[in-house]
């Protein structure tokens, strides 16, 4: 069975009180009021990942992730943080292929692939992002395009390791657009990800694999959206700094 997944993405949000003040609110509405087979994994920013690790840590359906991290190993990289170093603080997870990663600092499919690699190979889980624009939702081939991201970032991957990832589609033509996608819309969308994944990996692998709807999902729309047989949890940005909606959240299945 696939793993439900509400994962909160803080972005560049939170000085470090406040940050100790939500993970705590979060941990406490989760081990209380959550069910244990959904798992809750927060994203601070990295600066406090130690920190608030060891309040995640106790709680046995939630992890802690980290929103980015480099492709190279070791060596002189100035202001990178490599993948080891997230798993010697007990890093569970981390957000690859963000569409602000892509958009604002122009990462590739190529260097996306090689950061998948770094972090299996460190024992943890990618949470690999794909999606596309405004622009290319208006036109024609938004699907082929979608698709695209996942053969150049993770069709690399034996079906072993590849059942290790996590997919989250982010519908960025419905983020701060105005547009809203509809729940019939990220199920469709969804689907055709998971026919694309059994066009590599088989249907097996393909029904196992959690893929999660990154849109501007909230307390309202949450029930709705992953209601949907091929919507498996959420990547929630803006919701995920407030405790309670996020906890709302993550009790909409």
Request: charged letters at 20%; a negative charge; proline letters at 2%.
């Amino acid at each position: 069975m696939r793993k439900k997944i509400v994962a909160g993405n803080w972005k560049m949000n939170k000085s470090m009180d406040e940050a100790m003040i939500l993970a705590s609110e979060v941990v406490h509405m989760v081990k209380d009021e959550v069910n244990a087979d959904v798992q809750v994994i927060i994203a601070p920013p990295a600066l406090y990942l130690t920190t608030l690790q060891k309040h995640t840590g106790p709680v046995s359906n939630m992890g802690i992730a980290a929103q980015n991290c480099s492709n190279k190993a070791s060596g002189a990289y100035t202001g990178e943080i490599s993948a080891s170093m997230l798993k010697s603080i007990g890093v569970t997870h981390v957000i690859i292929g963000h569409s602000e990663r892509r958009q604002y600092f122009n990462e590739t499919n190529e260097e996306l692939a090689e950061k998948v690699n770094i972090v299996l190979e460190n024992g943890m889980t990618p949470i690999f992002c794909c999606g596309e624009s405004l622009e290319q939702r208006q036109g024609e081939g938004f699907f082929a395009f979608v698709a695209s991201q996942l053969t150049e970032g993770i069709f690399h991957l034996s079906a072993e390791d590849f059942g290790k990832v996590v997919i989250a589609y982010e519908p960025i033509w419905a983020i701060g657009t105005g547009l809203t996608a509809s729940s019939a819309q990220a199920q469709e969308m969804h689907a055709y990800l998971r026919g694309h994944l059994a066009s590599k990996y088989g249907q097996v692998v393909a029904d196992e694999t959690s893929i999660l709807y990154g849109g501007s999902c909230n307390e309202k729309n949450a029930e709705e959206i992953f209601s949907q047989p091929d919507v498996d949890g959420g990547l929630i940005g803006g919701a995920s700094l407030k405790s309670r909606e996020f906890t709302n959240i993550a009790k909409s299945f």
